[in-house]
């Protein structure tokens, strides 16, 4: 069989499935045993097709994402996060779109404690909103902030999406996860910028209204009470990673224990709300490893088959600059976005993208930081973004879908600039990294 043919069959049996609604995992292992028996030799292709499933989840790479995951839901489970957001919107006044801007900046200290997207949004959303429509805030300035800094969980350390994409493509995941800092804060800013602007031109998209009077100490008292310790778990795990005190899985076991001290001393620790965090820990650690092992196999047999040499071959026939490759790779990556939640694109992409970046000669962490943001960039494209469909769940009834497209544009726009910043700039996504060295 050519390399075409196996192409297109492997292809389809992934795709097809996933555009019927089959579950992201599912539809990988369907391909994987079409492609075990056709591609591995029948019958005896099942036995390693199970073989390299095995020895693709046994790696000790992949350790971080139960503790990353675990310490987020820790934070929300046990309403830890609810108080830092009333100190955030007690210290922020007398700014246009203050509560815009009470968003954007919970969204990034969220980002530093879940490692999830959509729990930071549908946080955020359920949490601010209500208030936001009672004020009289135009949807572009109450839904818009909210699913920008939602999707900054996936830049900022703990990312799950971060390790996963690490151990996945062999790109060092301490790189990636350092890497994704600086573009998170560069792409908070931005949001900041605009809101500031926006709200100083036509105040009516945020009426201004008179906050409680406190005193500064009334202000101040919450956020060290309630952000400033919690950042501290950031500080931890970013921390330790940057002084080679401990690997990111170290740093991971670290973060989890330092949220259960951390709840603990806030007394809203309970055995309800730790089983729940360790269930649902539970639940999201099997479906990503489920995925992975999927997805491991199924590089494999691209591999096997010829299907990536083929494309590498033809992709070199064509003498492409690095630039040309990495921004066609983007390309790729932002309209799949528009289709396919993240860890099905990188599922689909990696096979293919990896070779290609190692044979260019692309420096690997500046393009996993790049791919990062791109992923990002795709949570908030219409028409299948999942941070749009996540808002819509906790939008109040009367929102649209359209009402929610076009407060999610501007955002996406700054994302599209933080990526043209990157390219520009490689240093933005590795001078950190580089510093761990």
Request: with cysteine; aromatic share 10%.
């Amino acid at each position: 069989m050519s390399w075409e043919a196996a192409f297109l069959l492997l292809m389809a049996a992934v795709m097809v499935p996933m555009f019927l609604g089959v579950p992201v995992a599912l539809a990988f292992f369907g391909a994987n045993v079409i492609g075990a028996l056709i591609f591995f030799g029948g019958e005896a292709g099942l036995a390693q097709l199970a073989r390299n499933s095995y020895e693709g989840l046994i790696n000790f790479s992949l350790s971080p994402i139960p503790m990353f995951v675990l310490m987020g839901e820790i934070m929300f489970q046990t309403g830890v996060a609810f108080r830092a957001i009333d100190a955030i919107d007690r210290l922020i006044f007398r700014v246009p779109g203050r509560l815009s801007l009470v968003a954007v900046s919970c969204g990034t200290v969220f980002a530093a404690l879940s490692g999830s997207s959509m729990a930071n949004t549908a946080l955020l959303g359920g949490t601010l909103i209500p208030e936001m429509s009672r004020r009289g805030y135009h949807p572009g300035m109450s839904l818009g902030p909210i699913l920008g800094s939602g999707g900054l969980a996936m830049l900022i350390p703990p990312s799950s999406m971060a390790v996963l994409l690490g151990s996945m493509s062999g790109i060092s995941i301490t790189g990636i996860l350092l890497g994704g800092i600086l573009p998170a804060l560069i792409i908070a800013g931005l949001y900041v910028t605009y809101i500031i602007v926006r709200c100083s031109l036509n105040p009516a998209l945020a009426p201004v209204y008179d906050a409680p009077p406190m005193t500064a100490w009334e202000r101040v008292r919450p956020f060290l009470v309630y952000v400033l310790p919690l950042m501290s778990l950031f500080v931890l795990v970013v921390g330790s990673i940057l002084t080679g005190f401990a690997t990111p899985t170290e740093s991971a076991a670290l973060g989890a224990i330092g949220a259960v001290i951390a709840a603990a001393c806030y007394r809203c620790l309970s055995w309800k709300a730790l089983n729940k965090a360790l269930v649902q820990t539970g639940k999201i650690t099997v479906t990503i490893f489920f995925i992975i092992a999927a997805s491991l196999t199924f590089s494999q047999i691209l591999a096997f088959s010829g299907a990536t040499g083929g494309m590498l071959s033809l992709l070199n026939s064509f003498e492409l600059t690095p630039l040309v490759v990495v921004l066609g790779m983007l390309i790729v990556v932002l309209i799949l976005g528009c289709l396919m939640d993240p860890l099905s694109i990188i599922l689909i992409t990696l096979p293919f993208f990896i070779p290609l970046v190692r044979q260019v000669g692309v420096e690997p962490v500046w393009f996993g930081v790049l791919m990062l943001v791109a992923l990002e960039v795709g949570q908030t494209t219409p028409p299948f973004g999942l941070l749009l469909f996540t808002m819509k769940s906790v939008a109040p009834p009367s929102t649209t879908m359209r009402q929610i497209y076009m407060a999610a544009a501007p955002f996406t726009l700054m994302q599209m600039i933080a990526i043209a910043l990157i390219v520009a700039f490689p240093l933005l996504g590795t001078w950190l990294p580089n510093l761990s060295r």
